[in-house]
């Protein structure tokens, strides 16, 4: 017992040190670097359904960065052999080297692309945009998209 209560005293004089005042030895959080960011991005049609669906998204800002990098991954189900489904996705910016690319998508994708931009005029603007096309309708709800979209500053 009377270990336990040394144990105890010991214990409650550590809680009250660790009380203490902070405010002199917060830390700071680092600036986020981050311009520009989304989860998704999608182009949907359901099972059943035909017709075009074009979803866009952009950001434009002046920054004050001399280079930026662009990431995101692109997944899409398209099954164009089904002769009824096409998909494309473009990635536009004004930075150097110049864009847009445009990809026709003819298969199920699930990859991962980073660029890096020099930002040759202000304001810096970057855009996504994802097309889908289902002219028969498909079994199952078909997609392409945009996701974890993230334009940052480099230097």
Known sequence: MKYFILLAAFSFSL???SCGDDSTT???NPPSN??????????????G???LTTVTQSFNQT??????????RIQSNIDTSLNGCTASYTDTTNGLPA???????YGPVDSAYSFTYNVATQPFYSGFKVKLQVNTPQSVQ?????VNVKVTKVN
């Open 34 to 47: 981050t311009l520009f960011s989304m989860d998704t991005i999608a182009a949907v049609k359901d099972a």
């Open 63 to 72: 920054i004050s960065a001399s280079e930026v990098k662009v990431e995101y």
């Open 99 to 105: 864009s847009p690319n445009t990809i026709n998508v």
């Open 15 to 17: 809680l009250l040190i």
């Open 142 to 146: 078909r997609y392409i998209r945009f």
């Open 49 to 51: 359904t035909v017709g």
């Open 26 to 28: 917060g830390t700071t």
